[in-house]
């Protein structure tokens, strides 16, 4: 299948800086990319949708102003973490749409665990 | 109620049974995808299904629109068959966004 890659895979802050997670498609051109939230022994939550050139799409209750989503080409998606906080540690997954496949195919980055002193 | 509700919860096998898990949903969907997350947390794609039935190896899943049931099957389980498997829709009209299910927990013994 296609390859979704992330980076950082794990990133440790201090409270009040800010963390930027990139997430690319490595071997095909998406238009879509979502971003999802997993706290320990829950299900993902999806965040927001990243559309390239267009603003994301957040789902209710998520900051936009807090979880900034960029979305500048067909292959990267970046999704910063502003002035991140203890309670803003947790995993973050992101996955693509390929636009070659079954209009609903989606593939999953690695994921990236964030902790926040 | 979840739109998507998994079971079981938590299931432990030994090496070499056949394994079933359950996915039921509430909603009209226009996609079903079985997934699996390893402990280090990275989420593999195992299936999108619409209908009837997909066989990778040891990993068969099918589709019951009608009775809006899914069913992951591992045939021969092995212990590295361990992990989370989770159960996700694409909600008709929704732009491909994904509901997830909570998961099974899936323990293999040798």
């Known amino acids: 299948g296609a390859v979704v890659s992330q980076h950082p895979s794990r990133v440790i802050c201090k409270s009040g800086t800010s963390v930027k997670i990139e997430c690319r498609s490595l071997d095909f051109q998406a238009t879509t990319m979502f971003w999802y939230r997993q706290f320990p022994k829950q299900s993902l939550m999806l965040m927001a949708t990243?559309?390239?050139?267009?603003?994301?799409?957040?789902e209710q209750g998520v900051e936009k102003d807090k979880f900034l989503i960029n979305h500048a080409s067909l292959t990267l998606s970046t999704l910063t973490v502003t002035s991140a906080h203890p309670e803003d540690s947790s995993f973050y997954i992101c996955s693509a749409r390929d636009l070659g496949e079954g209009y609903n195919e989606q593939f999953f980055g690695p994921g990236t665990r964030l902790t926040v002193l | 109620k979840n739109e998507v509700e998994q079971s079981p919860q938590n299931l432990t096998a030994q090496e070499g049974e056949f394994i079933t898990i359950n996915c039921s949903y509430s909603?009209?969907?226009?996609?079903l995808h079985w997934l699996q997350q390893h402990p280090g947390g990275g989420i593999v794609s195992l299936f999108m299904l619409s209908s009837g039935k997909k066989k990778h190896g040891r990993l068969i899943a099918t589709i019951n629109i009608q009775e809006k049931h899914s069913s992951l099957h591992i045939t021969a389980s092995h212990p590295r068959d361990s992990a989370v498997y989770i159960c996700a829709v694409s909600l008709r009209g929704s732009n491909y966004k994904l509901t997830f299910g909570k998961g099974t927990l899936l323990t293999v013994n040798p």
């Open positions: 990243s559309n390239e050139g267009s603003k994301a799409t957040y």
């Open positions: 909603v009209g969907i226009s996609a």
